[in-house]
């Protein structure tokens, strides 16, 4: 073999391993990458939708953990009073907000995702209490029980004409309508049913559902528009909604958690 054609076929495999080389490490630091990126989100304890003791933290937060995940982000979630959890997104404290209702005073500083899920809010009212409504304005001559922070329908929460009392705590408001100091709370309906089913199973029979909701509102992720990749991350949690909803792991999800 003369010293030329030896140089050639070095250099060939030189080339060959650097090529091999280069992609492996090309492919592992996109991977890297990826690992690398995660969200934050924002969220308070709210069951049977997502919660710190809940499995998974819940059934939305597995929702929003598959679509991101599959959409190359990791996600993590901290459980703060709701009202903080607004205010610290809102400060870029955290990248979004899991399981939120849309109204319009909070769409001028955060971009929606698409809807992943919905809450029905409901009126409770103690059994023997008939009451009823058609108009907002029915809802006048009673007592309200609302939670702080909280959205309910643009109707009712622009509603100043009526007597709502907020606390900080649903307990709190259950408490108050059993003791007959407000007449009715305003509430998700899966919420109330599932802390009175965990808590206190024994008043559930003292409970009742006014006839009429107040409203069926859908859950969103959210991102402070001032976020510099808001847009990247609704555009990435859309696409990977819609991919587990298609392959039925969005069902399989429901399933798992007993929906």
């Keep these: 073999m003369s ?54 933290n819940g059934y939305c937060s597995d929702i929003v953990r598959a679509a991101c995940q599959r959409a190359g982000y990791a996600i993590s979630i901290d459980f703060v009073p709701w009202k903080r959890a607004l205010y610290e997104t809102k400060q870029l404290y955290f990248d979004g907000i899991l399981g939120i209702y849309h109204s319009n005073e909070r769409a001028e500083w955060l971009r929606y995702s698409d809807a992943f899920s919905e809450s029905e809010v409901v009126l409770f009212a103690l059994q023997g209490h008939e009451i009823t409504w058609n108009t907002i304005e029915d809802l006048k001559p009673y007592r309200i029980g609302i939670e702080n ?32 100091r407000i007449d009715l ?13 965990t808590h206190q199973p024994e008043i559930k029979r003292q409970l009742r559902i ?13 991102f402070p528009k001032q976020l510099p990749h808001a847009d990247e991350y609704v ?4 696409e990977g909604l819609r991919q587990i909803r298609a392959d039925q792991t969005y069902a399989a999800i429901l399933k798992k958690h007993g929906f």
């Design 3 to 56: 010293y030329f054609t030896h140089r050639l076929n070095r250099d060939y495999y030189f080339f060959i391993f650097f090529g091999i080389l280069m992609a492996f490490i090309v492919s592992n630091v996109k991977i890297s990458h990826a690992e690398e990126q995660s969200i934050r989100f924002a969220t308070l304890n709210w069951e049977p939708y997502y919660g710190e003791a809940l499995p998974n």
């Design 149 to 180: 922070g909280y959205a309910y329908s643009p109707e009712f929460d622009k509603a100043d004409f009526l007597q709502k009392m907020s606390v900080r705590k649903l307990e709190l408001n259950i408490n108050k309508l059993l003791e007959e």
């Design 185 to 197: 709370i305003a509430a998700s309906r899966k919420r109330l049913l599932f802390w009175v089913n």
């Design 210 to 222: 006014v006839p009429k909701p107040i409203s069926s509102n859908n859950l969103y992720v959210a």
């Design 235 to 238: 555009k990435a949690f859309n």
